[in-house]
């Protein structure tokens, strides 16, 4: 049986009440779904996606978007914020002495280390083609700061 929408007016008019009640009563519906959802998000800890709720059911109003597409958009944006955290935490539990990136190596100080090698590297395409990289260098040059 397919499900037919029915707009506020023609609502109304189905059970026989005034049109402003249908509507007051939509309203403070949205409310206290807005209001649970809220709470339910604070109780579950899902903290990212309860700070950019509002902008994001503004944004999705705007742009006609579905409710699954809501929730796609703030579980990833919480799912985003969870794993920078995990990254740093275990990147600040590891002790490491600093937090160095590709982007930041300088080149110069080190020509023998071709640039396109490590960027080639770096897109770790090696462990999908199931290759071994080899590193080799004086004692110690791995672990120079």
Do not use: C
Request: glycine share 4%.
């Amino acid at each position: 049986m397919e499900r037919q929408e029915l707009t506020l007016a023609e609502l109304a008019r189905d059970l026989s009440i005034s049109p402003s009640v249908v509507r007051r009563w939509h309203r403070l519906s949205s409310a206290g779904s807005y209001e649970r959802v809220r709470d339910q998000l604070s109780r579950l800890t899902l903290e990212t996606a309860l700070a950019h709720l509002d902008a994001t059911l503004e944004r999705a109003q705007k742009e006609e978007r579905l409710p699954v597409e809501v929730l796609d958009e703030l579980l990833g944006l919480e799912l985003s914020t969870r794993f920078e955290r995990r990254i740093e935490t275990n990147r600040e539990l590891a002790g490491l002495p600093s937090f160095k990136t590709i982007e930041s190596f300088d080149f110069a100080a080190q020509p023998e280390i071709p640039k396109a090698t490590l960027e080639e590297l770096a897109t770790l395409r090696f462990l999908h083609q199931g290759e071994n990289v080899l590193l080799l260098g004086p004692a110690a040059w791995a672990r120079r700061t």
